[in-house]
């Protein structure tokens, strides 16, 4: 199998769950629609392309670096001289993530990363309003799947960020396909987050299983304190 990381970074991200109109809130991680979304896009695939879909196929991992802060931005929506409605929209700031997919096509991974490199259409992250921040930083890995890349892939997190956790180690969440995760403590869960169609006239999401567990990384920018602990008190004489 070879798989395929991808660093996402942004002022910015948001991943739609449920949601009405009033209300938009956001999965504290990048589902694997909105990932496949995005793949979809640097391909060239319009929402009406049945290949979208194929693309649930490619196994998938994401791993939480770097949590964020959750934004609630408050919009007064008006489509008529008298109709207003007052929305709700919620985004992840400052986080950052590492997503990695596989496949044993390993032909097919190799064109995602090309295509990721260069677009078709408008890379986001989420909404449309979420670009990324600069070029995607992607690495190659063969003969790994994602849970075994994520799993010793560096700490990822911004310098500041890991300055800030003043930890030696840091143990940080992994959410990845059920099955890839059967051997995890715990109950698969069952999310909607599966592509059936994109098309803004029939969009259709279905349920998939993931998995949960906890990933343990070095910080590379932790610094130990040392203490002496001789001294000599006839130097204050």
Do not use: C
Request: aromatic fraction near 10%.
């Amino acid at each position: 199998m070879k798989t395929l990381t991808i660093r996402l970074n942004a002022p910015l991200q948001s991943f739609g769950n449920e949601a009405t109109f009033a209300r938009r809130t956001t999965w504290k991680y990048p589902s694997k629609s909105a990932v496949i979304g995005m793949l979809s896009a640097a391909m060239g695939y319009r929402r009406n392309n049945s290949r979208i879909a194929d693309l649930n196929r490619l196994k998938f991992a994401v791993r939480i670096d770097q949590p964020g802060q959750t934004m609630t931005d408050y919009q007064t929506v008006e489509w008529k001289s008298d109709t207003r409605k007052i929305t709700y929209r919620d985004y992840l700031q400052d986080a950052i993530f590492v997503v990695a997919v596989g496949s044993e096509d390993e032909r097919l991974i190799d064109t995602l990363r090309t295509a990721l490199r260069h677009p078709k259409f408008q890379l986001f992250i989420g909404r449309r309003a979420n670009t990324p921040a600069g070029p995607l930083q992607l690495y190659l890995f063969n003969h790994q799947n994602p849970v075994q890349v994520l799993t010793d892939f560096k700490w990822q997190a911004s310098e500041w960020f890991r300055k800030k956790t003043k930890k030696e180690f840091v143990s940080l969440e992994m959410i990845a396909d059920a099955e890839l995760l059967s051997d995890s403590n715990g109950d698969p869960e069952l999310v909607k987050d599966r592509i059936i169609s994109l098309d803004q006239r029939y969009r259709q999401i279905g349920f998939r299983a993931v998995s949960h567990t906890q990933v343990q990384l070095n910080n590379d920018k932790f610094k130990k304190q040392i203490v002496g602990t001789e001294h000599d008190v006839m130097n204050f004489l």
